[in-house]
């Protein structure tokens, strides 16, 4: 019968790069549960603003606007409308697409009326979007 050979012990250098590796998957393990807990996992939730400052140029008027996502999902084909009402009339109508607006993303853009947006209301809205 053989006798079993005594296993040799530990370097000092085995032993640190056993700390440093368990602690790198520690980190690891720890940021992706982090992750996963703080995670929203929201549609798209799409607000769109305008701006203040309205330009008139060559007899048209700019409106600017701002489109955010605070959602957590890419909204994608985000379909925005904007309606020019003088006298509970819609005279106006403008639409914008935006191809896609990632978590967190701002997009911005203009619509341009041959009417003063000012003698009237002007409604601003996302008409909608779609899944990627």
Do not use: C
Request: charged share 20%; aromatic share 10%.
């Amino acid at each position: 019968m053989m006798e079993a050979e005594p296993k040799p012990e530990r370097s000092f250098a085995e032993w640190i790069t056993f700390g440093i590796s368990l602690s790198i998957l520690v980190v690891v393990i720890g940021l992706v549960g982090y992750m996963w807990l703080n995670e929203k996992n929201q549609p798209p939730i799409l607000s769109v603003h305008k701006k203040q400052t309205i330009r008139e140029i060559d007899g048209n008027f700019y409106v600017p606007f701002e489109i955010v996502n605070t959602g957590s999902e890419t909204a994608e084909s985000v379909q925005i409308i904007a309606e020019l009402q003088i006298a509970d009339k819609v005279v106006e109508t403008g639409e914008q697409q935006i191809d896609f607006l990632s978590d967190g993303e701002k997009e911005e853009g203009a619509f341009i009326f041959s009417q003063n947006p000012l003698q009237g209301q002007l409604i601003v809205r996302v008409a909608s979007y779609k899944l990627p």
